[in-house]
Structure formats: structure tokens, C-alpha cells
């Protein structure tokens, strides 16, 4: 673990034991009002991997990171573009859940010549919030916080994971939560989504009720080089749901 000064915040990370300029990196992207241990069951397998550098920020206002959150995926791209920045990388495979998934899709448009790669992880190309859920997060943040994780992760997972996340939610500031949401509701790159040309990995849940299936099928439709799979039996948190088959697709995708 690490942690490095960006606009006059400190942002905390994680990354290989060793950085080597001339290899790529992966670069690992949280979904709203989450964290670096959304990748928890990655980061551990593919910490050391001889051919990539790992990179799991803590977005500003997030976790062990200092600031405050943003208020548009616009600004978390321009943020996450200065933080590779700072870290002096350029050969860059951004792998986005969520919100993570819709900074990864601005990198890729407006900084194609960083990107080789991507993997787009439970997101779309618009990413609409309910009504209720932003009202009950500004009016009643527990109650929010208490509701998610049925709606998060699919029935049979591990209740584990379901406190892990809400204690998470308990964590992070209702504001940045709140802002959150906002800019995943005021997301859209529809327009824009079929100009990105790099080998691309889609990958949804079954049982994901915030980005249905049909959010994945549509970025597969769109983006020419891409491959999609969808993971049985999990809902919005794939990569923690079924982490053994999202493991294998990620790492098999790497390799080629």
C-alpha cells in the first residue's frame, strides 16, 4: 500500500510490489461510494504478476483517501487522469466496476493513446438511478444503507459480503455517497461509445438488477473489439460474487 499527493490530496493506493515503467498496468477503478477492497479477490492473485503493474486507488473522499468526492464521472476521469499522471504511467488497462466502469470508458475516448486495453465490469454507457434511492439517500442514509445489499448482490451470495458492504456504506460520507449517484445518473456516452477501438472484456451479472444484462449487450453491440460474458447466479458485484470465473475471464483476457 502507498499513497501520493494529487491536487493537494492524499490519495491512497495499492500496487505491485515492484512498478516497471516499461510493462502495462492494470489499473483497477471502484464503482460510487466504494473502495479498493471491492477488488479484493484480484488484487491478492495478481499483486505480483511478472507481466503487469497493479494499481487500486481509493478515489478522492473514499476510504483512506483524503479530499472530497467529485460530482460527475467527468471529474473522476480528470482526477484519475492526473493521478497516472503523477505516477509517471502511460501504458494503461483500466478495469471499471460500475461508476469505475464509466471513468474507463472516458479514459479510453479522450485518452486513447494511453490505453491498450480495457475491461468494463457491471456498467453501461448510461447508468440511471432511481428517483427513490437518490431521496432516501440525501433524506435517510440508513435506511439507504441498510436496504442496498439485497439490491446489490444476488440472493444466494454470501452474507458476508452483504455487511462487508454496508459497513463500507456506513463508512463513506452520505454526501460523497449522494454525489455518488448523481453523477452515475447524469452519465451518458452513448454518442460516443462505438469511437473506441482497443480489445475490450464486458462483463455482467445474471441477477444485476442496477446494470442489467441488457446494459452489457449493448456496449458489446457498440464497441467493435470487444467480448462479453456474463456470470451466472451473481447480481452487481460479479468480481466478489464469482470470483474464481471472473478471475480466470480477467486473467485469460490479459494474456492474450
Known sequence: MADIVVDGEKIHYVKSDKIEPSRPTVLFIHGAAQRIDTWKFQLDLLKNHPDFNIIAPDLPGHDQSEGTGRRSVAEYTAFMMRFIQTLGLNDIIPVGHSMGGGIAMLLAVDHPEMISAWVLVDTGAKMPVAE?????????????????????????????????????????????????????????ISDRIGLIGVPTLIISGELDILTPVKYGEHLHEKIKESSFHVIRDAGHFVMQESPEEFNSLLLDFLHR
Open 132 to 188: 427513490q434511492s437518490l431521496k432516501t439517500v440525501k433524506n435517510n442514509y440508513k435506511s439507504f444503507c441498510d436496504n442496498s445489499p439485497s439490491r446489490m448482490y444476488a440472493d444466494g451470495s454470501p452474507d458476508e459480503l452483504k455487511r462487508e458492504y454496508k459497513a463500507g456504506l456506513l463508512d463513506t460520507s452520505p454526501e460523497v455517497s449522494y454525489w455518488d449517484l448523481i453523477a452515475c445518473n447524469e452519465f451518458d
